[in-house]
């Protein structure tokens, strides 16, 4: 009986814990958030060229023609979340037409083959092939998470 108790205790405390671990992330997350969301699209570029550049030991010249492709993205997609609070458009997917949501997938699914079609030619075979699985890997885990 008190083995049991001491047990309950254990796993009652630990789950509290827990969750007060989950709290704090999500409040660093968002922290973190609200600090990148005011990056200038340049100096987003120049990090996200920094950690490719660790991560696929990327030449000078490699470096330049990825942090121009990134800084190209970074400002459009800024310029369309803009765009996007001007209007009023909420990310609620819910009130779009069939051919509205295809047009935007669509849409989205270009410029992501786009992109990629230019990061085969400014990398090297081993390097695409390395990129090409750790981004595959981050959108794996993106779509593991719990959505809000």
Known sequence: MKNTLILIAFVISFGGFAQKTERMQKKQQMERYEIAKNLSAEEM??????????QLDLTDSQQQSIKDLL??????????MQNRSKKGIIKDSTNLSAQDYYKIKSL???????F????KTILTDTQFDT??????????????????
Do not use: F, G
């Open 116 to 119: 990629q079609n230019k990061m």
């Open 131 to 148: 990129w090409k699985k750790t981004n595959q890997q981050h959108r794996n885990k993106k779509q593991m998470k719990p959505q809000r």
């Open 108 to 114: 989205h699914l270009d410029q992501q083959i786009a």
């Open 45 to 54: 570029a120049a990090l996200r060229t920094k950690k490719l550049t660790l």
């Open 71 to 80: 800084v190209n993205q970074i400002s459009d997609r800024k310029e369309k």
